[in-house]
């Protein structure tokens, strides 16, 4: 079905939130993206989703149709702050008292510092072919490795700066390897990178951030032990980086946790299997 979407204003601050919303009855699920890639991550999802449950789908700062402030400090911390306005916004739209987090990838640490931090608002949280603390079976992607290498990442980014035609065949090839089905591929990765540009500056310095945030993150895993809400951790079984090694550690550390690794589903398993991810979601 054709989902009604509607926009939801959300401030951060002085900033504007790109937030959109579906109209349902229940728990809402709060959609959130990674990099390098934003709402649209979600299109084969949320017609699936939709008349199930409210769901709300947005842009992190410097991502998408969010605003873009320069020389602001763009990492998983922050994000953190991002989610608090959403949740709080969508919240009262929707007039719930619990919401449905679904992270994936880069958006892993600010899901789960939040959820961490407000356990009683969390109904569920969704977990798709993401991270939150280092481990050795997790693997960067190609692309992200060498921009989050510390003196690799210089060097590479001041040749894709001058080289445009060399930047787009980079995303074109790693983001291909994300997706599965060729045709989706080559609909959806276009539309990604349309409004990858203008989100470099966050890229980048969430790139600066990564090991960071992956290794500080291993002091929280008591918590995780401790985390009372349902733990969902659906991840695509062909995904070569955060594989299915990654989901069984993760739902070996929560308490209320299910594990569903879907064959046939890469990275981004809610491109590649959206309908078994929404009945999953619930």
Not at 124 to 147: C, E
Not at 224 to 235: D, E, G, M, T
Request: charged residues 20%; glycine residues 8%; aromatic residues 10%.
């Amino acid at each position: 079905m054709e989902a009604p979407v509607q926009s939801l204003p959300v401030r951060r601050g002085q900033y504007r939130l790109n937030v959109e919303v579906v109209p349902g009855t229940g728990m809402p699920v709060v959609l959130m993206h990674g990099f390098p890639d934003n709402i649209h991550l979600y299109d084969q999802l949320l017609p699936h989703l939709a008349g199930r449950r409210p769901v709300a789908r947005f842009d992190f700062l410097g991502w998408g149709l969010s605003d873009k402030p320069a020389r602001y400090p763009y990492t998983a911390a922050n994000q953190v702050g991002d989610l608090a306005a959403v949740a709080e916004a969508v919240s009262e739209h929707f007039g719930a008292d619990q919401l449905v987090l679904v992270a994936h990838d880069a958006s892993g640490p600010p899901a789960i510092d939040w959820a961490l931090a407000h356990p009683g608002q969390v109904g569920a949280l969704v977990l798709l072919n993401t991270y939150y603390h280092w481990t050795p079976s997790l693997r960067r992607p190609p692309a992200i490795a060498l921009y989050s290498t510390p003196i690799v990442r210089g060097a590479a980014r001041a040749i894709v700066r001058r080289r445009p035609d060399l930047d787009r065949r980079l995303y074109t090839w790693q983001v291909g390897r994300f997706i599965c089905d060729p045709q989706i591929r080559a609909r959806l990765i276009p539309s990604l990178y349309e409004q990858f540009g203008p989100a470099r500056p966050a890229f980048w310095r969430l790139n600066n951030d990564l090991l960071t945030a992956v290794l500080t993150r291993r002091r929280r895993i008591p918590d995780l032990r401790r985390f009372a809400p349902p733990v969902k951790v659906i991840f695509g079984a062909r995904d070569r980086y955060l594989n299915p090694r990654v989901a069984k550690q993760f739902a070996g550390l929560f308490p209320h946790s299910e594990l569903h690794l879907l064959d046939g589903a890469g990275h981004y398993v809610q491109v590649d299997r959206p309908r078994q991810v929404a009945d999953l979601i619930g």
